[in-house]
């Protein structure tokens, strides 16, 4: 025997309602929840449905004192109904009227367009064109490397960096001043700090 097959939510929404239908009363969330698995909606799920109704203005709540009531009734519902299937019908005018405007731009835009011995001949032109753009676009990169701007500009990074070695090599130069005045006893251990460092006798300015 096959297994049951549950409420959908569509359903399980349909069966709470009916609650408050049937009796036009109000009620608190835990007497939904005791009522709830007569119509098939098991309690777990009441909290969910009935927040999705309260979504949809399908029920209301209000808050009294401590407490939260829920209540709809058929007349409620059936105003919230109507004003759902006006608005569809509304969003479905206006989506014919936009639908009738693009039909009647798509062929205001076919007017001059038309095929043509003409036509195809500007078209077929404009496409040897862009080949020949795309082409020489090509060709131009090529020749990247050797554009005077780039050249000069690397000219110029090469000095500000070639003068930036000299001026820290003076500045190495003029710390082992320092050191060789201040600490005169240590010129050994000096010396082998300074190969650590890769400063040997080859360390000298950049021409």
Known sequence: QSK???????????QLLQI????????LLRE????GPRKGVISQAVKDVLQSLVDDDLVFKDKI?????FWSLPSRAGH?????RAKLEADLSATKSHRLELEKMKESSKIGRENSDEREAAIAELNEMEQEHKALKDELEQYADNDPALCENMKNATEIAHQAVNRWTDNVFSLQNWCS???P???ERLQS?????????????LD
């Open 4 to 14: 049951k097959r549950g409420l959908s939510l569509e359903d399980k929404r349909e």
């Open 20 to 27: 408050f239908y049937e009796s036009q009363d109000f009620y």
């Open 32 to 35: 939904l929840e005791k009522l």
């Open 65 to 69: 004192g401590t407490s939260v009531y």
């Open 80 to 84: 919230q109904l109507r004003q759902v």
């Open 181 to 183: 005045n201040n600490f």
């Open 185 to 187: 006893e240590a010129k």
């Open 193 to 205: 700090v300074y190969k650590e460092v890769g400063i040997n006798d080859d360390f000298d300015y």
